[in-house]
Protein backbone atom coordinates (compact mmCIF):
# COMPACT_ATOMS: atom_id res chain seq x y z
CA UNK A 1 0.00 0.00 0.00
CA UNK A 2 2.77 2.33 1.45
CA UNK A 3 4.77 1.78 -2.72
CA UNK A 4 1.43 2.90 -4.52
CA UNK A 5 0.88 5.96 -2.45
CA UNK A 6 4.70 7.00 -3.12
CA UNK A 7 4.20 6.41 -6.94
CA UNK A 8 0.85 8.43 -6.81
CA UNK A 9 2.67 11.22 -5.15
CA UNK A 10 5.34 11.00 -7.96
CA UNK A 11 2.79 10.79 -10.43
CA UNK A 12 1.49 13.87 -8.93
CA UNK A 13 4.62 16.06 -8.68
CA UNK A 14 5.93 15.10 -12.34
CA UNK A 15 2.21 16.38 -13.31
CA UNK A 16 2.33 19.34 -11.90
CA UNK A 17 6.33 19.96 -12.80
CA UNK A 18 4.95 19.91 -17.19
CA UNK A 19 4.83 23.35 -18.62
CA UNK A 20 1.75 24.41 -19.74
CA UNK A 21 -0.02 21.74 -18.12
CA UNK A 22 -3.43 23.35 -18.44
CA UNK A 23 -3.57 23.62 -22.50
CA UNK A 24 -4.68 21.17 -24.30
CA UNK A 25 -2.98 19.49 -27.09
CA UNK A 26 -6.15 18.62 -29.46
CA UNK A 27 -7.30 22.26 -29.65
CA UNK A 28 -3.17 23.39 -29.86
CA UNK A 29 -3.08 20.85 -33.13
CA UNK A 30 -6.62 22.29 -34.67
CA UNK A 31 -5.54 26.00 -34.14
CA UNK A 32 -2.44 25.02 -35.70
CA UNK A 33 -4.20 23.68 -38.45
CA UNK A 34 -6.61 26.28 -38.17
CA UNK A 35 -4.25 29.13 -38.77
CA UNK A 36 -1.57 27.32 -41.16
CA UNK A 37 1.04 27.88 -38.79
CA UNK A 38 3.16 25.63 -41.39
CA UNK A 39 3.02 27.74 -43.76
CA UNK A 40 5.62 29.87 -43.73
CA UNK A 41 8.18 27.28 -41.65
CA UNK A 42 7.60 24.94 -44.91
CA UNK A 43 9.01 27.91 -47.28
CA UNK A 44 11.63 28.44 -44.62
CA UNK A 45 12.99 25.38 -44.12
CA UNK A 46 11.16 22.57 -46.52
CA UNK A 47 9.02 19.50 -45.88
CA UNK A 48 6.06 19.30 -43.39
CA UNK A 49 7.97 22.97 -42.15
CA UNK A 50 8.34 21.19 -38.47
CA UNK A 51 12.62 21.03 -38.82
CA UNK A 52 11.73 24.54 -37.71
CA UNK A 53 11.36 23.09 -34.27
CA UNK A 54 13.69 20.92 -34.07
CA UNK A 55 16.56 22.68 -35.94
CA UNK A 56 20.41 23.25 -34.24
CA UNK A 57 19.95 26.77 -33.93
CA UNK A 58 15.96 27.11 -32.98
CA UNK A 59 15.04 29.96 -31.66
CA UNK A 60 13.10 28.65 -28.16
CA UNK A 61 15.34 26.95 -25.76
CA UNK A 62 13.33 26.78 -22.78
CA UNK A 63 9.23 26.51 -21.87
CA UNK A 64 9.75 30.52 -20.98
CA UNK A 65 10.37 31.45 -24.74
CA UNK A 66 8.06 29.48 -26.45
CA UNK A 67 4.88 31.50 -25.75
CA UNK A 68 6.40 34.83 -26.93
CA UNK A 69 7.71 33.13 -30.13
CA UNK A 70 3.86 32.08 -30.16
CA UNK A 71 2.60 35.56 -30.14
CA UNK A 72 4.71 36.83 -32.38
CA UNK A 73 3.84 34.37 -35.34
CA UNK A 74 0.30 34.64 -34.72
CA UNK A 75 0.79 38.36 -34.50
CA UNK A 76 2.15 38.14 -37.69
CA UNK A 77 -1.00 36.29 -39.25
CA UNK A 78 -3.28 38.60 -37.52
CA UNK A 79 -4.41 35.54 -35.15
CA UNK A 80 -5.77 36.75 -32.12
CA UNK A 81 -5.06 33.80 -29.76
CA UNK A 82 -6.60 34.04 -25.88
CA UNK A 83 -4.60 33.14 -23.03
CA UNK A 84 -5.43 29.73 -23.43
CA UNK A 85 -5.31 29.59 -27.19
CA UNK A 86 -1.75 30.37 -26.39
CA UNK A 87 -1.26 27.62 -23.89
CA UNK A 88 -3.14 25.08 -26.00
CA UNK A 89 -0.23 26.01 -29.00
CA UNK A 90 2.56 25.69 -26.90
CA UNK A 91 1.46 22.28 -25.20
CA UNK A 92 1.21 21.06 -28.59
CA UNK A 93 4.35 21.97 -29.29
CA UNK A 94 5.93 20.84 -26.64
CA UNK A 95 4.59 17.46 -26.53
CA UNK A 96 5.06 17.28 -30.33
CA UNK A 97 8.63 18.54 -30.52
CA UNK A 98 10.29 20.43 -27.58
CA UNK A 99 9.83 18.51 -24.80
CA UNK A 100 10.52 20.54 -21.99
CA UNK A 101 9.65 19.54 -19.01
C1 LIG B 1 4.22 34.73 -41.73
C2 LIG B 1 5.04 33.54 -41.60
C3 LIG B 1 4.82 32.67 -40.36
C4 LIG B 1 3.64 32.14 -39.91
C5 LIG B 1 2.28 32.21 -40.56
C6 LIG B 1 3.95 31.44 -38.68
N1 LIG B 1 5.28 31.50 -38.42
FE1 LIG B 1 6.21 30.65 -36.83
N2 LIG B 1 8.01 31.30 -37.56
C7 LIG B 1 8.18 32.06 -38.70
C8 LIG B 1 9.60 32.30 -38.91
C9 LIG B 1 10.22 33.09 -40.05
C10 LIG B 1 10.25 31.65 -37.83
C11 LIG B 1 11.76 31.58 -37.59
C12 LIG B 1 12.24 32.82 -36.96
C13 LIG B 1 13.75 32.86 -36.96
O1 LIG B 1 14.42 31.88 -37.33
O2 LIG B 1 14.27 33.91 -36.61
C14 LIG B 1 9.22 31.03 -37.02
C15 LIG B 1 9.47 30.30 -35.88
C16 LIG B 1 8.51 29.76 -35.05
C17 LIG B 1 8.77 29.09 -33.81
C18 LIG B 1 10.15 28.89 -33.18
C19 LIG B 1 10.92 27.76 -33.83
C20 LIG B 1 12.27 27.63 -33.14
O3 LIG B 1 13.25 28.05 -33.74
O4 LIG B 1 12.32 27.10 -32.00
C21 LIG B 1 7.57 28.73 -33.27
C22 LIG B 1 7.33 28.01 -31.96
C23 LIG B 1 6.55 29.16 -34.20
N3 LIG B 1 7.16 29.77 -35.27
C24 LIG B 1 5.21 28.99 -33.99
C25 LIG B 1 4.23 29.39 -34.91
C26 LIG B 1 2.82 29.20 -34.70
C27 LIG B 1 2.18 28.55 -33.50
C28 LIG B 1 2.20 29.72 -35.80
C29 LIG B 1 0.70 29.80 -36.08
C30 LIG B 1 -0.09 30.59 -35.15
C31 LIG B 1 3.23 30.23 -36.68
N4 LIG B 1 4.45 30.02 -36.10
C32 LIG B 1 2.99 30.82 -37.90
C33 LIG B 1 7.20 32.52 -39.54
C34 LIG B 1 5.85 32.23 -39.42
Keep these: MKKY ?3 LMLAAATAQAAPFA ?3 T ?4 KLFA ?31 ELI ?3 KFCSGIVG ?3 SAQEEQD ?5 NQTYYQFK
Design 34 to 64: KYECSNCHERKMGGDGSAIFTRPNRKVHDAG
Design 22 to 24: KGN
Design 5 to 7: FFL
Design 89 to 93: LAAYL
Design 68 to 70: PQI
Design 26 to 29: NNGK
Design 79 to 81: AKL
